[in-house]
């Protein structure tokens, strides 16, 4: 299995271009997340999906929009790119049981660089 | 969620017991404890998580306090391959309906040859 995978692996824009960075997943999984993580900061919420058809903002949302394409899929969408927005990506996935096992599995990140 | 606090950084020698504190004085009594790490440039790695009963598993031991204000992860023998960051995380176990995981900023742990 591949788990999470995220594309593209690194991109470089210019200001005001736009993107979507790709995540999949072939675990099954209900529930799917995008974090960002800047240096010294820590990894901090953008969008996340628990279901399948639903999403919810984060912490970070504003410039982002999200689709949860089907099950497998969680793609995020920078419409008119800024320097604030350069960062690392990361894509997660994780059960929705009715019990606490709810691990996060993480995907290897997408380095953007926005100039 | 509640808030957690952990040392910014430690050190530890190569094969000995690497015992990494959180503090979660606000922990509330349906809160689990996580912990995740994450070695440089790769996505964060699941480690364990419990809620008050000390865990362990096949990558380290979780001892939670009584109280539950506090736990400490324990990586019994450390090896280079170890040095990360460390994060350390409290979350609902019945919030069905928001499943995020906030993260701060860790603890970077080096292992020392």
């Known amino acids: 299995n591949a788990g999470v995978t995220q594309t593209p692996k690194f991109q470089v824009l210019k200001t005001g271009q736009s993107m979507t960075l790709q995540c999949a997943q072939d675990m099954n999984h209900n529930s799917m997340y995008w974090y960002r993580q800047d240096p010294g900061m820590g990894l901090r919420l953008i969008y996340y999906?628990?279901?399948?058809?639903?999403?919810d903002k984060g912490e970070v949302p504003n410039g982002y929009n999200v689709s949860r394409l089907n099950k497998r899929e969680f793609s995020l969408r920078l419409e008119s790119a800024a320097p604030s927005q350069t960062s690392v990506y990361f894509c997660?996935?994780?059960?929705?049981?009715?019990?606490?096992?709810?691990?996060?599995?993480f995907g290897s990140g997408t380095q953007l660089s926005v100039l | 969620d509640a808030k957690t606090t952990q040392p910014p950084s430690m050190d530890c020698a190569e094969g000995r017991a690497a015992n990494l504190p959180c503090n979660h004085s606000t922990i509330s009594g349906n809160e689990y404890v996580y912990w995740y790490r994450q070695i440089h440039s790769q996505g964060p790695q699941y480690i364990i998580h419990?809620?008050?009963n000390n865990e362990t598993n096949e990558m380290a031991s979780l001892i939670i306090t009584e109280d539950r204000k506090s736990s400490t992860l324990i990586l019994p023998h450390a090896t280079l391959r170890d040095t990360a960051v460390y994060y350390c995380?409290?979350?609902?176990?019945?919030?069905?309906?928001?499943?995020?995981?906030?993260f701060g900023t860790g603890t970077r742990l080096t292992i020392i040859p």
């Open positions: 995380i409290v979350r609902d176990r019945y919030n069905f309906g928001n499943e995020k995981l906030t």
């Open positions: 999906s628990a279901s399948e058809g639903t999403t």
């Open positions: 419990g809620l008050k």
């Open positions: 997660a996935s994780s059960e929705r049981p009715q019990g606490t096992n709810e691990k996060l599995f």
